[in-house]
């Protein structure tokens, strides 16, 4: 079943949890094979007008939770997870706000996933559009506006099986050897 998981983290980003849940969206992904959409929506509230746009057959309600079975679309709705890495892990394309956490766990599975980054214009000094433009140039991810979703979107999804540049995988002894060095202990 071919799945995708969009992450907003913990940060407020209702313009990319309204425009994913759009008639619209949800078309381009049905029509690209998409089977199943995972969304970690954090703290928004979820657009009321969805539940007319998307004809749903099955509801099923938890703690932070709806689960909503279509005919071509399953849809999982979920505020947080503690599993973030595994969610990830059984996903095969990511779109994903321009956080730091969100990104690094993305870019650092073995093997990479497809990311398209989004970044919260909204945030104060518009950092996260400087992370997701370095990403990009480093041959690590794509980019994509909220308002440009309708066309980077299809040519993301068509990037399934391409080669992804893998990320460098963190490396827990570097400072402890960098002061190591610094002090002369061996």
Same mark, same amino acid.
């Given at each position: 079943?071919?799945?995708? !998981?969009?992450?907003?983290? @913990?940060?407020?980003?209702?313009?990319?949890?309204?425009?994913?849940?759009? *008639?619209? $969206?949800? @078309?381009?992904?049905?029509?690209?094979? $998409?089977?199943?959409?995972?969304?970690?929506? %954090?703290?928004?509230? &979820?657009?009321?007008?969805?539940?007319? =746009?998307?004809?749903?057959?099955?509801?099923?309600?938890?703690?932070?939770? $709806?689960?909503?079975? =279509?005919? #071509?679309? #399953?849809? =999982? !709705?979920?505020?947080?997870?503690?599993?973030?890495?595994?969610?990830? /892990?059984?996903?095969?394309?990511?779109?994903?706000?321009?956080?730091?956490?969100?990104?690094?766990?993305? &870019?650092?599975?073995?093997?990479?996933?497809?990311?398209?980054?989004?970044?919260?214009? *909204? !945030?104060?000094?518009?950092?996260? @559009?400087?992370?997701?433009?370095?990403? #990009?140039?480093?041959?690590?991810?794509?980019? @994509?506006?909220?308002?440009? &979703?309708?066309?980077?979107?299809?040519?993301? &999804?068509?990037?399934? %099986?391409?080669? $992804? #540049?893998?990320?460098?995988?963190?490396?827990?002894?570097?400072? /402890?050897?960098?002061?190591?060095? !610094?002090?002369?202990?061996?």
């Amino acid at each position: 079943m071919t799945s995708i !998981l969009i992450t907003v983290g @913990s940060t407020l980003f209702p313009s990319l949890t309204d425009k994913i849940l759009s *008639s619209e $969206i949800i @078309s381009i992904l049905i029509e690209n094979g $998409i089977e199943k959409l995972i969304i970690q929506y %954090g703290n928004a509230n &979820l657009p009321f007008n969805f539940k007319k =746009e998307i004809n749903f057959k099955n509801e099923e309600k938890g703690k932070g939770f $709806i689960k909503i079975e =279509e005919e #071509k679309l #399953k849809i =999982e !709705l979920i505020r947080f997870t503690n599993d973030f890495e595994n969610l990830i /892990k059984n996903c095969d394309f990511i779109i994903s706000h321009a956080g730091s956490g969100s990104i690094l766990t993305t &870019l650092r599975m073995i093997p990479p996933k497809p990311l398209l980054i989004v970044p919260n214009e *909204s !945030l104060m000094d518009n950092h996260q @559009s400087e992370l997701a433009e370095k990403m #990009k140039e480093q041959g690590y991810s794509e980019v @994509s506006s909220i308002d440009d &979703l309708q066309v980077t979107l299809p040519i993301f &999804l068509k990037s399934r %099986g391409k080669k $992804i #540049k893998s990320f460098p995988q963190m490396n827990r002894n570097r400072f /402890k050897n960098i002061l190591d060095d !610094l002090m002369g202990f061996d």
